[in-house]
């Protein structure tokens, strides 16, 4: 288990520690929300970029845009 030290405003700390916002389940949910919705984000980015390519692009174009997007992904990780 990884143990993390976060800075906040006093004020933001007050308000999130009085709505249970620190407790460790409930920031381990509010994370693997942001992820998820970061993951979905950059799907539909990707397929913007898709669909914006012109002429439409091959089965081997498509992979390495796929490859691109995962490799990207990683890296952010």
Same mark, same amino acid.
């Given at each position: $288990?990884?143990?993390?030290? &976060?800075?906040? @405003?006093?004020?933001? !700390? =007050? =308000?999130?520690?009085?709505?249970?916002?620190?407790? @460790?389940?409930? #920031?381990? %949910? /509010?994370?693997?929300?942001?992820? +998820? =919705? %970061? =993951? &979905?984000?950059? #799907?539909?980015?990707? $397929?913007?970029? /898709?669909?914006? /390519? +012109?002429? !439409? #692009?091959?089965? !081997?174009?498509?992979? !390495?845009?796929?490859?691109?997007?995962?490799?990207?992904?990683? %890296?952010?990780?």
């Amino acid at each position: $288990m990884t143990h993390i030290t &976060v800075s906040l @405003p006093d004020e933001l !700390a =007050q =308000q999130a520690q009085s709505a249970g916002l620190l407790r @460790p389940e409930a #920031l381990e %949910r /509010l994370l693997r929300e942001a992820v +998820k =919705q %970061r =993951q &979905v984000a950059e #799907l539909f980015t990707a $397929m913007d970029r /898709l669909a914006e /390519l +012109k002429p !439409a #692009l091959t089965e !081997a174009e498509i992979d !390495a845009e796929i490859a691109a997007a995962r490799a990207d992904r990683a %890296r952010r990780r």
